[in-house]
């Protein structure tokens, strides 16, 4: 009966510190999330600015580079208007929400940041070239912002998810034992 304890002991100690071990992984990939983010809206301001590119020629673009882990995002965004019908853009901001709102990619962002997105999506496609381009260049530079904070304290949150997987771990096994 005692092995049996502590065979429990040992997988709940390595379930807990594996779920803290994940919570800090999350936190990280945020970063790469933000900053794909940032590569991609860097191609959406090029586009704009320098070719003259239509949104949905743009979208299209995005949604073929595999490399990003927002192309699937794109990709939805695309499929949604082709659904609407490509030529009518009015549809561009409530298409935006939605896939933002069910996107897998978009579940690792913060309630503000995704809100901030879904603000950014609103505006595109409704003004000059010259404001689109400064409402992007005003987005990636928030953000920068956010990525520099959060790789500041990455470290921090890292080690805290850690340090909470272990804890709650060894409180579960005191409860157990």
């Not at 809206?41 to 595999?66: C, D, H, N, Q, R």
């Not at 935006?96 to 579940?107: A, G, I, N």
């Not at 000059?128 to 260049?137: V, Y």
Request: net charge negative.
């Amino acid at each position: 009966m005692d092995m049996v304890k502590i065979l429990g002991v040992v997988f709940v100690l390595a379930a807990c510190s594996m779920i803290g071990v994940a919570a800090g992984e999350r936190q990280k990939e945020h970063i790469n999330v933000l900053m794909s983010l940032k590569r991609c809206l860097l191609t959406v301001k090029g586009e704009i600015a320098y070719a003259y590119t239509p949104l949905s020629e743009i979208f299209t673009i995005l949604s073929e580079m595999g490399s990003e882990c927002w192309s699937v995002f794109f990709a939805q965004v695309l499929d949604e208007l082709a659904d609407k019908s490509q030529e009518d853009m009015s549809n561009l901001s409530q298409i935006w929400e939605k896939v933002c709102r069910d996107s897998d990619v978009c579940s690792n962002m913060s309630h503000e940041e995704l809100d901030e997105l879904v603000r950014f999506g609103s505006m595109l496609g409704t003004s000059d070239r010259d404001s689109q381009i400064s409402r992007i260049e005003l987005f990636i530079d928030n953000i920068n912002d956010r990525i520099h904070y959060l790789q500041k304290h990455i470290y921090e949150k890292v080690r805290l998810c850690r340090v909470l997987g272990v804890t709650a771990g060894l409180l579960i096994t005191i409860l157990i034992v």
